[in-house]
T-cell receptor, first 110, second 116 residues
Framework: GQQLNQSPQSMFIQEGEDVSMNCTSS?????WLWYKQDPGEGPVLLIA?????ELTSNGRLTAQFGITRKDSFLNISASIPSDVGIYFC??????????FGKGTLLTVNP | EAGVAQSPRYKIIEKRQSVAFWCNPI?????LYWYQQILGQGPKLLIQ????????DSQLPKDRFSAERLKGVDSTLKIQPAKLEDSAVYLC??????????????FGPGTRLTVT
């Protein structure tokens, strides 16, 4: 089945630093999604990308849909302690089924 | 607007026992999903319902897992008998009818299952 390669697996940063994570695939997709999951909770959608080359922001978060339609990245600027969590990329295939990456665990040191 | 509700939040059972999880989607959401999330991995779709019909259950281990969505609202997911490898968080999500431009799945808090 489809596989998404998400990196890095984990990051440990200082408060105020910028963060970048990305997701790649060998397949082409029409949609890239970025979710955040807090401990003990379900994933929450942060940004949705529907067009190759699209750059979308949500507050301090910025995500881009790669031109090749095989990758996407998520940037977080000026990180704060509440940014801690697991960030997942996801793509949408047939039947609107979502496939998730393995996640990037972000730890922010105050 | 109330979110997706799931119960129980935690469950510990012994292998070969049975267990059931319940999900109440957001009001008006026609599509309901059950995901399995093993520790250290992203959620994996088990089954997708459109109203009370199954759209995709290709990754559901049908020899031990079953799910139903009677009346197109609440849903239950059952495992019988459970195996050690079923230990995971089971997430329920719902969405409006797929195809809308602002398609989005809303997730519940999940049920953490531990099989000993």
């Amino acid at each position: 089945g489809q596989q998404l390669n998400q990196s890095p697996q984990s990051m440990f940063i200082q408060e105020g630093e910028d963060v970048s994570m990305n997701c790649t695939s060998s397949s082409i997709f029409n949609t890239w999604l970025w979710y955040k999951q807090d401990p003990g909770e379900g994933p929450v959608l942060l940004i949705a990308l529907y067009k190759a080359g699209e750059l979308t922001s949500n507050g301090r978060l910025t995500a881009q849909f790669g031109i090749t339609r095989k990758d996407s990245f998520l940037n977080i600027s000026a990180s704060i302690p509440s940014d801690v969590g697991i960030y997942f990329c996801a793509t949408r295939g047939s039947n609107y089924k979502l496939t998730f990456g393995k996640g990037t665990l972000l730890t922010v040191n105050p | 607007e109330a979110g997706v509700a799931q119960s129980p939040r935690y469950k510990i059972i012994e292998k070969r026992q049975s267990v059931a999880f319940w999900c109440n989607p957001i009001s008006g959401h026609a599509t309901l999903y059950w995901y399995q999330q093993i520790l250290g991995q992203g959620p994996k779709l088990l089954i997708q319902f459109q109203n009370n019909g199954v759209v995709d259950d290709s990754q559901l281990p049908k020899d031990r897992f079953s799910a139903e969505r009677l009346k197109g609202v609440d849903s239950t997911l059952k495992i019988q008998p459970a195996k050690l490898e079923d230990s995971a968080v089971y997430l329920c999500a719902s969405s409006q009818v797929p195809g809308l431009a602002l398609y989005e799945q809303y997730f519940g808090p999940g049920t953490r299952l531990t099989v000993t």
